[in-house]
DNA sequence: GGGTGATGCTGAG
DNA sequence: TCAGCCTCACCCC
């Protein structure tokens, strides 16, 4: 279920159990991870940092733990007494009150600090970073001739974005995807990154990607909302543009579907 | 119980 | 451009 919003979720529900824990058991059930979670078995961890779509673990004997989660990966915290671990469960750290299990992950490695200022350097400004410069991101739409559908899930432009929020955020600024990146004039563009950052932040906090507005279908919060109520775009194709009514319609687009409505986002 | 699709990304060609 | 990787939840019998 990944996109920036999660990773950040992630970092920010699991520093609580592990920051200033106690020594943290690690291991790797599944074995793939087996020298890693040795090395890092009994030590302790210092911070828990989201970027983009990445998470990096400090432990207190210097070494940085690096996790994406791709497509498919999964991380389950359970508080006491934990079920055994599935047989995909690759990290496992265990504190004195919470267990969390690590599943599917593209990435987990133990990585010195060339290796993450590395991938640091190939990630665009973080929405959810509080600290991140909105005119790097309209600097780096203005170097690419892609169309905007393109741009936004590349990681190097503005990173955190998925296939989710592509589709969801083009539609509610009325942007056409195949719009190219560098012919969005700076205040559309800075109205894009203020939304990205609205709509991120609402996704961290409910732990879902709702986008559409409780009221219009008379709920109070994001949570109340059925599944089929939470986009505007995403999957929608067939079905009628909220807005127009005007079937949304699905293309490719950088490799993953992107679906959108043909009258409102011209 | 089996089949399938998924919110990602890389590297070979 | 495209195959390949990783695992599990969900859907349909």
Redesign the pocket.
Known sequence: ???GH?IHRHARLQRKHLRNAGPIAVSSP?G?FAAGAARLDGSRVTAVQAS??HLFYRWDQGDTLHV?L???G?YKTFLGDPPPP?????LAMRTEDATIYL??P?VCEIIDPDEEAGIRK?LGPDPLDRRADPERFIANLGRRRIPIGAAL?D?KVIAGI???YRAELLFILGIDPQTPANQLDSSTAMALWDRTVTELRRGEKSGR?VTTDPADFGARRDRDLDRSERLYAY?RDGLPCRRCGTEIRMTEMA???MWWCPSCQT
């Open positions: 279920m990944p996109e999660t599944q793939r983009g779509k994406h791709g497509l498919f999964k599935t047989d995909g469960t690759r599943a599917g593209t190939r899930l990681q998925g296939n989710v990607i999957k490799n993953r579907l």
